[in-house]
């Protein structure tokens, strides 16, 4: 059978709010987008992934919709919309929008009739409870019950007291949600990131969730979301959804699941469907969340592969919206994120890149009074909110770095002029250029998109190498997680034997070919490969 593109695709992540601004107000929109489509197509990836861009208040940037079917004037219009669908289309990528399923905003009309009585047509558009009938809590603190003075109840929210959650166990409001897709798909949409998808469905009963021992941060992460989350009529959900998007040509669904960090592998890949029939891809967020570590990171990506199995495909992801940038969390060591991204474009299936992490892009620094989002004003500053990963783009060095001639929403990353885009460019050996040559070599290779995957033992703990097999191809990937020089001996490993040659280096090197022993340099990662025996 063919390979469907969504099973080797490269996303790529774009924070509207962020990416290009060309109206002067400091916020990014939609005709910066297409003003920058001949960038993305220099990236070489397959498709951008929007965060959302529909009618919301903000109180969540965009997670919080008032009119599904509709562009929030902050981002454009509807028509914007469908010039962004043409452009991208021409130059074959794939738009992906982001869904909110799980919850709409207070000032959805919805909600705003259900409040109403307990009679009215939308009354069972939400969860209503007299009483507070559990210990859950809201992922953003608080009680996850807030009390409606017109109601007279409580309400549910998952996430903020602004985002009431939907009740999935209403035909009508699932009717309602499907339509969306609908107009969505029909309006030319290659699919959708949900938004915590398995959040979606809630016991029916209410229970109260398992409570954790320990300390963390939220009291969202001291209990076991057994009651709230994951609940088995999620997958029937997501097989109707499936079939939904599946009876128009080409499209996907990519969910994100919610897990205890630092992730689990096993309960994402449940969503892919026991018969490969619901989501087409869904998040594991381990790596994100894996100290930087030879032993670590092996082991989180052999468990996140086992999970998901030959039959169904593994998304890569290191960067998103919701976490610190990469470099920031290697403390800007470049050469450490080179090696990462090595691994992770080295992995079987589909890849996701945040826009920035190509240029190696570290955190914003935010103070406190520029503060947005509503994680970082409760949790500040033990943590810092999410507004640092959320700079804008850099796209040159002069005055406003091109992404804006206003007063930018969010601080630009400290030094930002040396990630610019035109900087790089100029620069051989850049970040941006680093992704370039592995994006393309993935594309010309399919080895690293669909090849096997076996981890071999080193037998030292600094160090990571798998073999990728395809089609009587053979590369061998070592990685060095160290500092320090480290070699690799092959002499007593399984190993298919032969002259290996230099494919591919994280770090400047003279070609080279080896038959048994590697040398890697500092968080130096290679690939080599296997000369065939006809040559
Ligand atoms: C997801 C989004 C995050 C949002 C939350 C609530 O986790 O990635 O940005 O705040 O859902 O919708
Ligand atoms: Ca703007």
């Not at 029937?236 to 996907?252: A, C, E, G, T, W």
Request: glycine residues 6%.
């Amino acid at each position: 059978m063919a390979t469907a593109w969504w099973e080797e695709c490269i996303v790529y992540q774009i924070y509207p709010r962020s990416f290009q601004d060309t109206n002067g107000d400091g916020i990014g929109d939609l005709q910066g987008i297409i003003k920058r489509m001949d960038y993305l197509v220099s990236l070489g990836i397959d498709a951008i992934w929007l965060n959302p861009i529909y009618c919301s208040p903000m109180a969540d940037f965009g997670y919080d919709i008032t009119d599904y079917q509709n562009i929030d004037p902050i981002f454009g219009t509807l028509e914007d919309s469908d010039q962004l669908l043409r452009e991208a289309h021409k130059r074959n990528i794939r738009v992906i929008f982001d869904m909110v399923l799980n919850h709409t905003s207070i000032e959805h009309p919805w909600f705003q009739e259900s409040r109403l009585s307990k009679d009215n047509a939308k009354a069972d558009y939400y969860i209503w409870s007299d009483t507070i009938p559990n210990n859950w809590q809201g992922a953003f603190g608080k009680k996850a019950w807030t009390y409606d003075d017109v109601r007279k109840q409580y309400y549910l929210h998952s996430f903020l007291e602004e985002q009431p959650d939907l009740n999935w166990r209403n035909q009508e409001v699932v009717d309602a949600m499907f339509s969306i897709l609908r107009f969505w798909l029909d309006r030319g949409v290659d699919g959708f990131r949900l938004d915590v998808i398995n959040c979606i469905v809630k016991d029916k009963t209410f229970r109260s969730n398992p409570k954790i021992v320990g300390s963390r941060l939220r009291p969202y992460d001291m209990q076991r979301h057994i009651f709230d989350r994951n609940r088995p009529g999620t997958h029937q959900k997501l097989r109707m959804m499936r079939h939904l998007v599946d009876s128009y040509q080409d499209r996907m669904l990519v969910g994100e699941i919610l897990a205890e960090i630092p992730g689990e592998p096993e309960l994402a890949a449940s969503f892919l469907g026991r018969n490969w029939d619901e989501l087409h891809l869904s998040f594991d967020f381990s790596l994100a969340y894996t100290r930087f570590n030879a032993v670590k990171w092996q082991r989180s990506a052999k468990r996140w592969c086992e999970a998901v199995g030959k039959n169904r495909v593994p998304s890569w992801v290191l960067n998103n919206h919701d976490i610190s940038r990469l470099v920031s969390r290697l403390k800007g060591n470049i050469a450490k994120a080179k090696l990462a991204s090595l691994f992770l474009l080295t992995q079987r299936g589909s890849i996701f890149l945040y826009y920035g992490e190509e240029l190696g892009l570290p955190d914003s620094k935010v103070p406190w009074k520029s503060i947005h989002d509503p994680v970082g004003k409760r949790y500040w500053p033990v943590h810092p909110g999410r507004d640092p990963a959320r700079g804008p783009m850099i796209w040159t060095d002069e005055e406003g770095y091109g992404f804006s001639d206003g007063n930018s929403w969010l601080p630009f990353a400290p030094d930002a002029g040396a990630y610019a885009v035109a900087v790089q460019e100029q620069d051989v050996s850049s970040m941006l250029n680093y992704y370039r040559a592995l994006i393309t070599m993935r594309k010309e290779e399919p080895i690293y998109r669909r090849g096997t995957c076996a981890y071999l033992n080193t037998n030292n703990k600094h160090t990571v190498c798998y073999l990728r097999e395809y089609d009587n191809e053979k590369r061998m990937i070592l990685l060095n997680f160290s500092g320090r020089n480290q070699n690799i001996s092959m002499r007593d490993m399984e190993h298919p034997k032969g002259e290996w040659t230099l494919r591919f280096s994280s770090q400047r090197m003279l070609s080279d070919t080896k038959t048994e022993s590697f040398v890697l340099q500092p968080w130096q990662g290679c690939i080599y490969s296997l000369k065939s025996k006809s040559s």
